[in-house]
Structure formats: C-alpha cells, structure tokens
C-alpha cells in the first residue's frame, strides 16, 4: 500500500505476450500508464531492432502531418482541438493513415506548385503591362517634338522614333536606333547603368521609370520595388553588348514593338491574359484553402494516433522475442497495488485483438533497486517536484514531499511576512486554482507562466501563510494596525511642559500606567511601530525564533532517519548513527533552544521578578552557550548572577562532555561492525564451498574495503557534527530575510508613497493618483516578486541541505511508465 | 450613390469612437491597479479621517513648533486634508476603472471576433 508517506513497492514481472496481441495489450498498457518496461535489447542498434520499419513509417507519417500543420498555420486555418482522446488504432489501419496523409501531402505540394507557377506568369505579364506603359509615356513624349520638326522638314505623317531626327546624309543609308525594353529591381538600377556606360563607352541612351506598386516575388513572397527601363543603341554590336549586360545583371526584357498600334493591341491582349490568370490564381488558393480546412478537422486527432503507434512501437523494440518465435517477453516494473488492473488491461487487450492466447503475467525476484513510484495528486505534484529536483528518492525511502507542503510555505512566509504583499500572492494563485481547467485548456505558452501555472498550490499556500505570519509581524505594506487595542500607554509624562524639552520618551513596562501587564493578545504590539528601538526588539525576536525553528526542523529530520533506520531494519546504523546524532543534536542545540525559553520566561521586570532576575540581569544566551562549550565563566555585576538557574554548571558540563563522547561514537563503531559481519560471510561462504565440493560461481562479489568504509563514515560524521553548528546558525536566514523585508516596505512607502501624502494643497491628490501606481508598480516589481523568488529561493536552500541532510539519501530513479497523458496534454515532448 | 458614400463614412466614424486605443495587456493592467488604488485609497481615506496614530508620519507637517495648540491644529488639519486627497485619488481611479474596464471589454470582444 502506497501514500505520499513513501514510495510504492513495486515488483518485477515477467510478461509473455503472443505475437498477435502483443500490440493491443502494449497499447491497453498504455492507456493505463503504470508500467514501466525494461530494455531487454541494450546492446542493439537503434537500426537493427525488430520493429523499425514501422518507427520509420511512423516518422514520416508526422512529418508529413507537422507540414500539414505548418502551411495550415501560414493559412491562418484553425485547428480544432476537440478534447477527444482516441485510442491507438490497429496496424493495419496504418496503412490507410499514411494514403490519406500522402495523399494530402502530394495535393498540397501540386497546389503549392501551380500556385508559383501561376504567379510567375503574372508577374512577367505585369512587368510587361507597366513596360508598355512606360515605353508609351516615353515615345509621346518624343513623338511630339520630332513629329512637329518632320513635319516642318519633311512633312512625312509616319513618325518613327526609330528613325533619324537628323535628315539623313547623302550617301549613308537611314540609320536606325534600336531599342531594348525591361524590367529591373530598383537596387540593381544605378550598378546596371554604369555597366553599361562603361562597357558601351556611353554610346547607349537609358530612360528609366520607377514602377509606382511594389511586386510579389512568388518564390520568396516578398515585395520588391522595381524600374522600368529603356536602352537605345545603334548597330549590331551595340545590341549583342547590351544583350549580354542585361542577361548578365539578371535584367528581364521584354519584347516591346515599335509602332503605337502593335503597342495598344499588346497591352490589350496583356491585360486580358492577366485579368484570366488572377481568375485561377484565386481558385487555386480557395481550393488550397479547402483542403486544408477539411485536414484541420482531425489534425489533432491524427498526430495524437501516430505518436501513440510510435510510442507502442518503441516499447515493442524493448521486448524480446521467445525461442519458439512465437511469442514476445517483456520485463517491467509495475506497482504492486496496480498488478489487478494491469491483469484487466492485457485481458482487454487480448480480447480486441481476438488472440485466443492469453498473455501471462508472472513476477520475478528484482537483482536491482526497483524504480521509485510516488502516487501524487495536483496539490502535492508541486512540492514532489521541489524535492526530486535535488534528487530522487531512494526505493521506499521517507518521501519528504508530504512535510514540505507545511513547511515550506510555512518557511517561506516567515521571510516573507507582510499580510499586504501576502494578499496579492494569494489572490493571484487563488485566480490561477479557480481557473484551472479554462487556463489549462487555452495552452498558453510562455516559461516563465508555464512555471507559475505549476506552481499554483505551491502560490495559494504561500500566501496564505504568508498573511498569517503578516498578522503576526503586525505589518501590512509597513504599517501596522491596531485592531485590540495597544497595551502601551503614555502614562504621566504625556504633559506638554515635559514634552517640549525631552525629544524621545521612554515607555517603561514597569508602571501600570505605561503598560497594561498583559500584552497584545495577537501579534506585535503596533505601538511598535513608531517606536524607535522597534528593529532592535524585532532583531532579538526574530532570531530566536528563528533558532527555535531550525533546531526543531533538525530534530525532526533526525528523527525521520529513525523511521527510515527502522524500515530497512538498519539496527547497526540505528545504534551508532542515530543514537548519537540525537543525543548531539539535542545536548547542544535542543539545551540551547531550552535557555531561550528559560529567559524569556524567567527575566522581567515586575514585582514578580526578584532581584538577580531582573531585566538588566538577563543573560545573553549566545555568550552562555558559547562559554558553555569552552568551559568558561565570565565576571557578572552585581547583583546578577551568572547562572539562570540551580546546577547550570554541572548539567552543561556533563552535556557537553556526552556530545563529546558521541562524535567518536558515530565514527568507529559501524565500520568495524561491518567489517566483522563481512568476514563472518565470507567464512561462512567459503565453508559451504568447501562442503559441497563444487564451485559454483559466487552470485555477487560483495566488495568490502575497509578503508574506504571508514573514510565514507568520517565524511558523514564531520558532515553532521559541523554541519548541525552551520545549519543552526544558517536558520539565522529567516530573521535576516524577514528584516530585509520589513525595511524595503518601509522605504518604499516613506520615499514613494510619503510624498503624495505630504503635500498641502489639494494638488496632493493629483500626486497620490500618479504616486500610487509607481508605488503599486514597484510593489509587485520588487517587493512581491524580487523577494518573493529570494525567499523561494532560501527556503529551498534550507529544505535541500538543512532538513534533507538529516535522513534523506535520494539515490534513486524515477519510474518512467509507458504513458500518453503527455501525448494528449501537449506536443512538447517528443516522441 | 453620393449617399451611399455618406453613410459608409458616417460608420467608420462611429466605429472609430467606440475603438480601443489600448492594448489587450495595458488595459488589463490599469484595470487591476485602478480596482487595487481604488480599495487601498478608499481605506487609507476612512482611516486618515478618523485620525489613526498609525499614519501619524505621513502628515505634511513642518519640523519645529513652538506652540503645542498650533501643532495640534496643524495635526488636525493635516489629517482631514490628506484624508480628502486620498479620497479625490480614489475616485480618479474611479473613473480609471470605468475606461480601463470598457477598454478590456472591447478588447475581449475584437479577440472572440477574430
């Protein structure tokens, strides 16, 4: 029977599949999510295993599904996401998914193809367009001029621009200037022009004109700005130059004709073209739209089947195959209180795959630690996951994930106590439980709020706590508030003759007047708040307080080794481990903890309190304990007395002489009794040999050295011996922590909030209003989340080394069970 | 057709003013600061009214007095005044709350469209 209390047992099984059902029962196995299989192949390649044909197919079968999801995100097409979780199907029902998806994939390609293809098209044809329409504006603009000084020359009405504006000499023919039309990208225009003036020594003429609209590219789907432009040159040479330079600077030209009719037919028939292939281009996306919405449907459902075929699949690989071929053995870790459901799963199993055989189930003694298995729900997964990230727990050791629900928030709040900064963590993580399943069904991203979400009840009992020990500390955002009534008064010194010349009074809990006799029933007193020793109160509190609560958190992590001690029957550890670190822990710190409680109790001031107890005569504890342990005795005035109570000396001499003996205690005893019992085996085993004559192979070579033994005993007992001064004094962190705290609250408001406050006129309210959301502002930003994560972050400190140092080995493994909770919660994990 | 033009034109106008000029995060931000001054602010007015000793330094006093009356009326008068800022302050966010509340709303409504 398992709890949170420690880890489950779980047994090694043996489990004989028949070839037929192995897949149902694998997959019914993991629906369940309690076994864990061992990989009996360790030794073959990833490549060489027996079902890797079909890992393989299940690889493409989501490559083609994780395209799908990308061009259906480039679309803007919503996947549904129905909740649904549907069951691995059959192998042969594999071979329908990988048609649909190939199918798909293939459409998807095609579309994709023609859709390029199609905006290829239109790109040369509105190239072509803006061409025609630049070379017209050109040639107007030159056909009026030249026409008019035709006209005058030669009154011819055809006006060729090609031809000669000069009339042409006798005896050379009409000289013609040929043109070249095309399209270019703007930034290619200035390197494409001076080429060619360079390479046609400027013999050539270039007009260009900028297109106005940017075009698609429709291989890289960017838009780019484009010029239109015109060469004019006279001869062949000329022209096969030109022809060259354009293909060389990837400029593409265009056919344009020369006379203006042949232009207008050519524009016509190009705007015609266009106008039909943005038609298609349109169908074509609709279609490709189509097909992808019809795929979104079940997208979801398919990547969840094929991640479960490949998971089924890999655990399949770990199985080995029976002598006789006929039949699959599996070894797994399954928890023993989970075997009747595991016995129902491969019944089911078997049955949907309609093999007669049944599979068998059978354990087997384990030769190594089994994995370890906590059963946790959502509260306490949190807090699990704080201990396993220092180490997982040994197989059925204490689990200390059930006490750190209580004492970390509880740790954590001592650091942090301020009920004003505790009521917004609470109400924050009281928003995220409350809204738990619509928060985890939006999937939002994000680490930083993925790590908050999870930490949600961790959140909840950290502020919750945290306004108890704000109550406490009697501080909320620095100010205190005075719910019963302060047990301070002034008492007779409050006349205004005495109050003008002294600067401080003094409140004397000796008079009546001054102090009621009984203190404030819940917290500090909020007089305390305005009195100016109020830190050095506060100090001499807290760290007792904070003394007082490490040594019990010590000597309860020493008295969890004993229920560990005593569960794995570890009787030698028991005596000379536990016995002695007890006695330590509690003779030296324990006594400490007791003269604390013994002068808050015993030292006052009052009629009740005689002489040498009076207030001035308490003893520092710290400088007692310290001249404890030299055996000192320090010079005290009269009339205090040294001691606190009868036979003080004595009972400290006598401690610390037992804590003395205990350190040897802990270091020589258990390895010399190992060592003797290891002897005693061996003997043992050697004498059974000799007896039976044959020599069998021993089955473990149990190693003993003795020197390393004691070295690893030392090593724990200076660990524990300096570590209990170290870790008492490191609890020290919580007053610390708590007072930092305290004086950052402090100044915030009195540097930020204050200012608001003192102002005069009723402009003040226009400053409070901007002032307080600064203040709010820096609030959240530092004081909540800043010393909110350093407390975390402290408090983790003391639960990882201080408390856990105590009885906690975590030398274990976690148990990876077969599972598909992840496969349908998210798909972060990958296969 | 001029018509049609007018009161396409006359649309886009109303629906201007009823946009949001603030992002989805911004206007969830303001919300809950304005919801927490408006408490805080509310609470620090009542207690300042009634002249709690807790907010005794948080008076806009001078150093030095020579006269215990006249600093009794100062202490007086400093209570009511920042009493009164504070409640002013308060219902300043008020009215932030009823933007910043009516921005959020527009703003869940255009993501639940989209």
Redesign the interface.
Known sequence: MGSIFRSEEMSLCQLFLSSEAAYNCVSELGEIGLVQFRDLNPDVNAFQRKFVHEVRRCDEMERQLRYLEKEMLKDNVHIVDTGENPEAPQPREMVDLEATFEKLENELREVNANAVTLKKNSLELTELKHVLNATKLFFTEHEGPSSLRLEQRDAEPNSSITQNLLPAEEGKGPVQLGFVAGVTRRERMPMFERMLWRVCRGNVFVRQAEILEPLEDPVTEEEVHKVVFLIFFQGEKLKNKVKKICDGCRATTYPCPESQQERQEMGQGVRGRLDDLTVVLNQTTDHRHRVLAAAAKHLRTWFIKVRKIKAIYHALNMLNLDVTNKCLIAECWIPVSDLGRIQDGLRKGTEKSGSSVQPILNTIKPTMMPPTFHRTNKFTNGFQALVNAYGVATYREINPALYTTTSFPFLFAVMFGDAGHGLIMLLFALWMVLREKALIASKMSGEIWNIFFGGRYILLMMGFFSVYTGIIYNDIFS????IFGSSWHMGENAT?HY??YVEEVTLNPLYEKEYDQTPYPFGFD?IW??AVNKIAFQNSYKMKISIIIGVVQMIFGVMLSLVNHLFFRNYVSLVFEFIPQIIFLIGLFGYLCILIFHKWIHYGCGPAFDFIHKAGCAPAVLITFINMVLFKKDEVPVPCDLWMFDGQYIIQMVLVIVCVICVPLMLFPKPLILNSRHKARKAHHDQVELMSDTSHAHGTEEEFELSEVFIEQAIHTIEYVLGSVSHTASYLRLWALSLAHGQLSEVLWNMV??I?????S?L???M??FL??AW??LTISILVLMEGLSAFLHTLRLHWVEFQSKFYKGEGYAFTPLTFKHIISGDEEEG | MFKIILNCSCQVFIRHLVMAFCGYKLSLCVLL?SV??LF??LIMGVFFYTE?????????LEGLYDN?GKYMNEVHR?FK??A???L??AC??IITLGVSGWQFYLNQKTTYQV
């Not at chain 1, 100010?479 to 005075?482: A, G, R, V």
């Not at chain 1, 608001?756 to 005069?760: D, E, K, M, N, R």
């Open positions: 100010k205190s508030f005075n205004v109050l003008s909020p708040q305005i909030l204050k608001g406050l003192s102002q005069t009723l003040g309210s226009i409070l209003y307080f959301a709010a502002a | 600061i927490w001054g805080q602010l709690t000793p807790a907010f005794l330094e948080d008076l806009p215990a400093g005044s920042n009164f800022n504070c002013i302050a300043l966010y």
